[in-house]
């Protein structure tokens, strides 16, 4: 649903002036029961073309590998049977969100559905589909990861995908599109200030870094939530809570409360990305020791305490 | 004498997966039987987890009800303590809680329950036309329309909680961001925008004259904007005599706030209103795929039947209050909150009709709410105030998501979840038979739809299914 606030234009226009119709879609097509049922039947055998398969959810492969805790409905078959038969007619493969990428949240605790994602299960090459599986026009499943996913990652995939404008190259390690995978949610967090001088918030609601208590990830999470923005320009670390890493595998499992930094002797575990620990460290130090009053005395308040000083006109 | 046997799905604009059985006799529904064919387990994942986990996982069950699942856990967590959010932080959980709920019931009117007006099976009705231009699925002006207001109402989400869905921005003492004066002045403009839109295209009236109406013949008169079509559309094809409910009504009270709860809560019986009794809640186990035996969710487990054995037939537990079937949703939370109009089309018995007139009427009510809230907001009041979580105690958290009760329990045990148990409201209207082979709300609605020899995913079934706005994916969780 996250699909609907698309904007500037809205999801349906978007789309359709970009040529792409919807075959079905589970909650916005008229077509119900019967009419569905018939339609995947001329997707399986080839009468009706699809450019695009576009799969929401992770693949359940219980209980027993016997898929049954996920039957598509009216079918007497189970999803699992479905998107094996489905994914190798399709032009394109799309895994929307990170339960379909991954396995995502539903794979959480014990897994207790047995979920994987389309072509991963968690970090491993290969879940629902073959590890080597290729869509027909040779692209792996393309991985738009996020939990929830933002819209515009979805409908610009689907736009490049249309303007055959997505290839291999433009997808990351992970096969998500680079278009938003190259960048971090650090990149544009309004708490870089704070992060710069290791002026952290204690606890939520208060506007310092939240990476050395409050298990903010950002600096490691690929995601350009903090220059693209959600929902008009909003995002975790704007609202004051911190990034979960939530495009990544096993995101779902951070070994340690989604809130809270794991540390080992008082230093926070994860360090930001491509950055060497001792010059972290170095740098950390350093700059904790340079932390202006104002930085410091905002870090642990709810809202702007002290004012950036203001410049003296020049004598 | 015919009797067939009709298995309806995959069911379209329902929020997530549903199977429907039906038995049909003379061209009638004998017996229906509802089936949630997905089970994911979010009952046993967070089993072992440090409690806070659970406002993170618990909106991740759904991503069209994630702030009512979200408020659900921060309250229930709240309980454990025995503590309260700031005043002011319950305020804006609210006014982001309410968002939601608005756009989940334009969402059902104008995506999800309407686009069945523009079937060609009605073609030869003279309201078709007019149908057709403003409901066909992903392409009706009312649609599109619908949409782009949506969108811009959620600015607001985006604002207070950094996204929509799945915000972390709900908490047990309050709200993690202290809104400022400016997002106040931009909440306000966001509002007025949306009241435009409802105005002139939902209501094609103010809203408080939909909030003024008190009878069914003053609803009867209403004939500006869709809410109008609607109308017309419903009386030429009898929706006041389709999917009776069971004339029970519950609603655990929507808005906790310092001074109580907007929509009040209580069960509506019998031209009685009664306070809600959770302690008498059971999850009956007999028809889902589910070991164990009735239980209080305080004492209830999640263990599925893997061999998946008869008579069971859903992942749906069969919730009962005090032994019996409710009705819950937006009809039932205004019926529960003493709304003349809500009381007045239920005289005969809930109906399809008289639930999408109940979420018509809420949308009005909710948009006079977000205002009123809005414009008391303080700014440079406290949004959150700490709450201790014990290692060990019980907690519950009851509110009413935009399709109606949803409650979650938790017990904690040396510092980690130990169990948590949700009953969502589709539970409720969903459910599967229970032990005395009564029925569930949705499976008893259907019981005498007329079924055409030519449908196979019969008209009438798909109005009742949908005029409860069911959300799967939070039934079974």
Not at chain 1, 253 to 267: Q, V
Not at chain 2, 67 to 72: E, K, L, T, V, Y
Not at chain 2, 83 to 107: F, K, Q
Not at chain 2, 253 to 281: C, H, K, M, N
């Amino acid at each position: 649903m996250s699909l609907l606030c698309a904007e500037a234009p809205s999801v349906f226009d978007l789309l359709a002036g970009a040529g792409i119709s919807f075959l079905w879609h589970p909650a916005l097509s008229e077509a119900s029961g019967g009419e569905v049922r018939r339609l995947l039947d001329r997707v399986e055998s080839g009468a009706e073309t699809l450019d695009v398969l576009a799969v929401e959810g992770s693949i359940l492969t219980g209980p027993k590998g016997t898929g049954r805790f996920q039957m598509l409905s009216g079918t007497g078959r189970s999803m699992l049977d479905w998107v094996r038969a489905l994914a190798p007619r399709a032009g394109h493969v799309m895994a929307v969100g990170t339960c379909a990428a991954f396995g995502g949240v539903t794979s959480a605790g014990g897994n207790p559905a047995s979920a994987v994602g389309l072509q991963y299960d968690g970090h491993h090459l290969g879940g629902a589909l073959d590890a080597g599986f290729r869509a027909k026009h040779g692209l792996p499943v393309i991985n738009v990861a996020g939990c929830p996913t933002h819209p515009d990652w979805v409908t610009e995939t689907l736009l490049l995908l249309a303007a055959d404008a997505l290839n291999a190259d433009a997808l990351d390690s992970f096969a998500r599109p680079k278009f938003y995978a190259e960048n971090l949610v650090h990149h544009g967090c309004p708490k870089n200030e704070f992060y710069e001088y290791k002026a952290s918030a204690q606890q939520l609601g208060q506007m310092g870094c939240m990476m050395e208590h409050l298990g903010c990830i950002g600096t490691q999470a690929i995601g350009d939530c903090n220059i693209r923005g959600w929902n008009g320009g909003g995002s975790c670390t704007r609202a004051g809570y911190p990034c979960i890493n939530c495009t990544a595998p096993e995101f779902e499992e951070p070994k340690h409360g989604f809130t809270e930094t794991p540390k080992f002797a008082g230093i926070p575990v994860g360090l930001p990305s491509d950055m060497p620990k001792a010059w972290f460290m170095a740098l950390a130090s350093l700059s904790k020791a340079a932390t202006p009053p104002r930085i410091e005395k905002n870090a642990t308040a709810d809202r702007v305490k002290v004012l950036p000083k203001v410049r003296a006109e020049k004598p | 004498m015919s009797a067939r046997s009709l298995l309806v799905g995959p069911f379209n604009r329902v929020e997530g997966d549903l199977e429907i059985r039906l038995e049909i006799e003379d061209g009638h529904v004998r017996a229906a039987y509802a089936n949630s064919p997905l089970f994911r387990g979010f009952e046993p994942m967070l089993q072992g987890k440090p409690p806070l986990d659970a406002l993170t996982l618990t909106p991740r069950i759904c991503g069209i009800c994630s702030i009512s699942q979200s408020a659900a856990a921060a309250q229930a967590l709240c309980s454990v303590a025995g503590g309260a959010p700031a005043p002011e932080g319950a305020l804006a959980a609210a006014i982001l809680h309410a968002v939601e709920n608005l756009c989940d019931h334009i969402t059902h009117f104008n995506l999800f329950f309407c686009a069945d007006f523009a079937r060609p099976a009605y073609a030869a009705r003279s309201w078709h036309p007019r149908a057709t231009e403003r409901f066909t699925a992903m392409k009706g002006s009312a649609v599109r329309a619908c949409i782009e207001a949506r969108a811009q109402l959620l600015h607001i989400v985006g604002l207070l909680g950094g996204k929509w869905p799945h915000t972390l921005a709900i908490q047990p003492g309050g709200v993690t961001r202290a809104p400022t004066l400016r997002d106040k002045a931009r909440m306000a403009s966001t509002l007025t925008a949306f009241r435009r839109y409802l105005e002139s295209t939902v209501f094609g009236a103010p809203l408080e004259a939909f909030d003024a109406l008190e009878t069914v013949e003053a609803l009867r008169g209403w004939t500006t904007g869709d809410a109008g079509l609607f109308l017309q559309i419903s009386d030429d094809l009898g929706l006041q005599r389709m999917g009776p409910g069971p004339e029970r009504y519950l609603s655990f009270g929507a808005y906790p706030l310092a001074d109580g709860r907007s929509f009040g809560p209580g069960v509506w019986a019998d031209g009685q209103l009664e306070p809600v009794d959770s302690a008498t809640i059971r999850e009956d186990l007999s028809h889902a795929w589910m070991l164990g035996d009735a239980a209080h969710p305080s004492a209830g487990r999640t263990v599925p039947d893997e061999d998946m054995a008869d008579p069971a037939y859903s992942w749906c537990k069969a919730p009962r209050l005090a032994g019996r079937t409710v009705e819950t949703g937006a009809l039932a939370r205004q019926v529960v909150d003493a709304h003349p109009l809500a009381r007045a089309i239920i005289a005969g018995g809930s109906n399809v009709e008289a639930r999408v007139i109940g979420r018509l009427l809420e949308i009005a009510r909710t948009q006079l709410l977000l205002e009123a809230w809005v414009a008391q907001l303080k700014p440079e009041a406290v949004f959150m105030q700490p709450v201790d979580l014990p290692r060990n105690g019980t907690g519950e958290g009851l509110v009413e998501a935009a399709r109606g009760a949803l409650g979650h329990w938790v017990r904690l045990k040396d510092g980690v979840i130990d169990s948590y148990q949700i009953i969502a409201p589709t539970t409720w209207n969903f459910s599967p038979r229970d032990a005395n082979g009564t029925p569930g709300p949705v499976e008893a609605a259907l019981e005498g739809a007329f079924v055409p020899e030519a449908e196979d995913t019969p008209l009438s079934v798909q109005h009742i299914v949908r005029s409860f706005d069911p959300c799967m994916v939070c039934t079974v969780h």
